[in-house]
Nanobody, 125 residues
Framework: QVQLVESGGGLVQPGGSLRLSCAVSGYVSDYYNIGWFRQAPGKEREGVACMGQTIGSTFYADSVKGRFTISRDNAKNTVYLQMNSLKPEDTAVYYC??????????????????WGQGTQVTVSS
């Protein structure tokens, strides 16, 4: 059973940076894709960044492309989301999620069946 625990959220000023971490209680071979989603108050949850098992297989939402970077440290079983040039509209609860049961294309945002509890990111001056 893959379990996910996020950390690293907080309050940051516009233009600042944060790095979120997702500790995974499994191995890369235990899931197909892993990604970050976010949900702002009154809005639907949206995909932010994700990666497949293959090195270099990453996909980003247009709204964060060039500002956010997803990465993985296999030795630590941890996935990161480096967020730079943060904007107030990036304020949301950020969730780490994994595709475990069935394969889906990495750019589909589909099939995520294991979720962390979320971590709050607030961008405000």
């Amino acid at each position: 059973q893959v379990q996910l625990v996020e950390s690293g959220g907080g309050l940051v000023q516009p233009g600042g940076s944060l790095r979120l971490s997702c500790a995974v209680s499994g191995y890369v071979s235990d899931y197909y894709n892993i990604g970050w989603f976010r949900q702002a108050p009154g809005k639907e949850r949206e995909g932010v960044a994700c990666m497949g098992q293959t090195i270099g297989s990453t996909f980003y939402a247009d709204s964060v492309k060039g500002r956010f970077t997803i990465s993985r440290d296999n030795a630590k079983n941890t996935v990161y989301l480096q967020m730079n040039s943060l904007k107030p509209e990036d304020t949301a609860v950020y969730y780490c999620a994994a595709v475990v049961t069935s394969w889906w294309p990495v750019n589909s945002w589909e099939g995520y069946d294991h979720w962390g509890q979320g971590t709050q990111v607030t961008v405000s001056s």
